[in-house]
């Protein structure tokens, strides 16, 4: 049985590390979407009451409606620019989880690297010792031969 490699320990936490990254990834991906999902809704609405505003206008409205349309347009304009904010948060979120799962595939990919150069450097061992030992043992049956005869 080989030995236990001493990077079997780091590769299983750093793909421990990997796949909390890829969770929180996952997860600012999905807020991310939301958030887009909620400023599409706010700008269609936007743009329906801009639309309603105007078609009742073309008709004829009071005063006193067309400012409730006007504040009203302005209450949603700014529930725009706050969920565009929120946007924004959760790009900055999103970008900044991949960055980190990134750099932690990089550190998995480099344990799995270490790991692979440590198992081929104790099979090339493993591999010297076995010739070592078919020499010897050919030296030694030459040597009872050359002694027998």
């Avoid at 999905?30 to 887009?36: C, F, P, R, V, Y």
């Avoid at 700008?43 to 105007?54: Q, V």
């Avoid at 529930?79 to 970008?95: F, G, H, R, S």
Wanted: aromatic residues 6%; proline residues 1%.
């Amino acid at each position: 049985m080989p030995p236990v490699s001493k990077y079997q320990l780091l590769i299983r936490l750093a793909q421990e590390k990997l796949d909390a990254a890829a969770n929180r990834m996952g997860m600012a991906q999905q807020s991310l979407s939301t958030a887009q999902r909620k400023l599409q809704q706010v700008e269609s609405f936007l743009a329906e009451y801009r639309n309603r505003r105007i078609e009742r206008g073309a008709v004829g409205i009071g005063v006193a409606q067309w400012l409730d349309y006007q504040r009203f347009l302005e209450r949603l304009e700014s529930a725009v620019e706050v969920q565009l904010q929120e946007v924004k948060t959760c790009e900055v979120i999103y970008a900044e989880t991949r960055d980190q799962w990134q750099t932690a595939r990089q550190h998995l990919k480099a344990m799995e690297t270490l790991h692979t150069a440590e198992q081929q450097r104790l099979l090339q061992q493993q591999m010297r010792r076995e010739q070592k030992q078919t020499d010897e043992l050919a030296t030694r049956a030459f040597t009872v031969r050359s002694l027998s005869q």
